[in-house]
């Protein structure tokens, strides 16, 4: 079993920056994709950033490609998202997601561990 938990959301104001952390613990793989999904109220979970193993091929949605950096240090066991210039549509719990097969996908059934979320607020 593997743990994931999410750190660094907040209330921000519209073009600010987070970084946002996940740590995972148990039995952890260096070898598995990670992603981050998001979900806002009364919305359903939406894709927003993914890696592969290594950290070489990243994947974004529109609605965040060149705003947010996913990134990931596997001898820490942690996958980071830079946020820059946050709107206030980006307004969110956001998840962090791991996968047991180093291929990222941007379906949230492609993954297999999930952490509790971590909430984001962006003021206009």
């Known amino acids: 079993q593997v743990q994931l938990v999410e750190s660094g959301g907040g209330l921000v104001q519209a073009g600010d920056s987070l970084r946002l952390s996940c740590v995972a613990s148990?039995?952890?793989?260096?070898?598995?994709?990670k992603g981050w999904f998001r979900q806002a109220p009364g919305k359903e979970r939406e894709f927003v950033a993914a890696s592969n193993w290594s950290g070489d091929r990243t994947y974004y949605s529109d609605s965040v490609k060149g705003r947010f950096t996913i990134s990931r240090d596997n001898a820490k066991a942690t996958v980071s998202l830079q946020m820059d210039r946050l709107k206030p549509e980006d307004t969110a719990v956001y998840y962090c997601?791991?996968?047991?097969?180093?291929?990222?996908?941007?379906?949230?059934?492609?993954?297999?561990?999930w952490g509790q979320g971590t909430q984001v607020t962006v003021s206009s």
């Open positions: 148990g039995r952890t793989s260096s070898s598995a994709a």
């Open positions: 997601a791991a996968a047991r097969t180093p291929i990222a996908t941007m379906f949230d059934n492609g993954y297999d561990y």
